[in-house]
């Protein structure tokens, strides 16, 4: 099934001063997309708006999921929706497999399909061997690798990822990077870093953001037409915009 997600003209505001997303409008459809710009740009605004963690300004615009307004949709968007966001609050009491077992009740799934799904997804991130130690003794990158997990249970149609590899060893980015892909069929996934090179091989398409506004997005190709440098790399195009590589 072909889904979109359409968002016009999403305003936010911290206070009265701090306008922390700009008249941000943008239209999604199946594939990968690269949500980029360093701390600050506005990353983790937006996705706790779209996944309705975060109210938008009164009147601060409309977000449409395949055709219905998100507010008006309410449980059945949450149903269609796996987030990963940024803040590792995990319950540190809990072993991996009840916190997971716990998110997968809330996402409504029957016992045995948990079961299997949990079995499966934490065999490719690594951490069978963990799944019954509480997880305050995990490393950020155990924690990480437990909330995409999280996000991925269900089966969900949009995926939206808040820096999924923060705190990743090279090994496990590339693990991260291959279970997004395999993923991609059939769904909408957006991916915030300010890491190019989490993103540039595997997205349809790139998003910038700067002080909460959207300045530039498109494909790769067309990306790389802009960069006024000898060499096109999109790392030269973050520079461009951006003034420096923050890593
Ligand atoms: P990013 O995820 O790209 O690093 P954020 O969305 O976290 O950016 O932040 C965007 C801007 O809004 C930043 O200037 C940040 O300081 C500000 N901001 C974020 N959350 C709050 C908050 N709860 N109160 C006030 N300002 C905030
Ligand atoms: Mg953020």
């Not at 305003?11 to 997309?33: D, E, P, R």
């Not at 009491?93 to 996402?107: D, E, S, W």
């Amino acid at each position: 099934m072909n889904h979109n997600l359409e968002l016009q003209n999403v305003n936010k505001h911290y206070g009265k001063k701090k306008h922390a997303l700009c008249n941000f409008s943008f239209s999604f459809t199946n594939g990968i997309y690269g949500l980029l710009g360093p701390n600050g740009a506005g990353k983790s605004t937006l996705m706790n708006i779209i996944t309705d963690n975060l109210l938008p300004d009164k009147d601060g615009g409309k977000i449409v999921w395949d055709g219905v307004e998100t507010r008006i949709l309410k449980e059945k968007f949450r149903s269609s929706l796996g987030f990963m966001p940024q803040q590792q609050n995990l319950y540190e009491n809990m072993t991996a497999h009840v916190f997971l077992n716990y998110i997968a009740a809330l996402k409504g799934l029957d016992r045995k399909s948990a079961t299997n799904e949990i079995f499966k997804l934490i065999e490719r991130v690594e951490l069978t061997d963990s799944i019954d130690k509480k997880m305050g003794g995990f490393s950020g990158g155990m924690k990480q690798r437990v909330l995409i997990t999280a996000a991925l249970l269900g089966n969900p149609n949009l995926i939206i990822l808040d820096e999924p590899t923060a705190g990743l060893d090279p090994k496990q980015r590339v693990i991260m990077r291959n279970m997004i892909t395999s993923l991609s069929e059939e769904k909408i996934i957006i991916i915030s870093t300010h890491i190019v090179s989490d993103i540039e091989s595997i997205a349809k398409e790139i998003l910038f953001l700067k002080e909460g506004t959207l300045i530039d997005s498109g494909t790769i190709p067309e990306l790389l037409e802009k960069v006024t440098t000898n060499e096109k790399t999109l790392e030269n195009l973050y520079m461009q915009y951006y003034g420096e590589i923050k890593s």
